[in-house]
């Protein structure tokens, strides 16, 4: 999907407003979600091209109250500060990601881009099991899940779970970045994700959507 493109995932007519854009050289997945009554919203990953997701938002007509982060990797953070500075929203993280997110101009360099901007400060940090609501009801539960980064977490939406690179349709994240543990990757996913629901929407950070319950039983690294 380009950039100038976006896709409106399917949700029942009372959810919320849903957009995802894969985005940047690595087409990371960033996710607009609003509430359609108050019109609060938040994104999860805006990880290239703020100037685009600031349009969206503003043709949505959502004041977004949050940039949250499910790690601190360049391809997910990559528009932070752009967006940040654009929308006056805070930048959250896992405290464990901190020293991550503060490498951002070497991580780039490893990857052969150029070294940008020095990261924008992280306004606040996230904890495992808070709840950050937005909107008439809408809230987002933090899951940490160590292993493809140490600050690594995933967020619930009711019947939707937004993992980041934690779990893909058939993979799961890198363990070769420094820093990072298969076994503890696939430990935080047994352990942490697979409690919830079978039916639960997995919305990773790269790539198409799939079930928890399908990833339990055919997804060769959980076997």
Request: glycine share 12%; with cysteine.
């Amino acid at each position: 999907m380009s950039e100038a493109s976006k896709s409106s995932l399917p949700t029942a007519a009372s959810g919320p407003i849903l957009e995802v854009h894969p985005l940047g050289p690595l087409q990371c997945n960033a996710y607009i979600l609003g509430c359609p009554r108050t019109r609060e919203g938040v994104i999860i990953d805006p990880g290239d091209n703020p100037e685009f997701l600031a349009e969206r938002v503003r043709a949505l007509d959502l004041d977004i109250k949050a940039l949250i982060h499910t790690h601190t990797h360049f391809d997910h953070v990559g528009a932070s500060r752009g967006l940040s500075e654009r929308l006056g929203a805070p930048i959250l993280i896992h405290p464990d990601d901190h020293e991550l997110y503060r490498l951002l101009p070497k991580q780039l360099e490893l990857f052969g881009f150029a070294p940008g901007e020095e990261p924008k400060p992280v306004d606040r940090f996230l904890e495992d099991g808070e709840v950050l609501n937005f909107g008439a009801g809408w809230s987002l539960k933090v899951i940490h899940t160590p292993g493809h980064t140490l600050g690594s977490v995933c967020l619930e939406l009711g019947e939707r779970l937004f993992s980041g690179d934690t779990l893909f349709r058939g993979s799961v994240g890198r363990t070769d970045l420094g820093g990072t543990s298969l076994e503890g990757l696939v430990q935080s996913i047994k352990k942490r994700l697979y409690p919830l629901d079978e039916d639960t929407l997995v919305l990773p950070g790269h790539g198409p959507d799939t079930q928890l319950g399908v990833e339990k039983r055919t997804n060769p690294f959980l076997k």
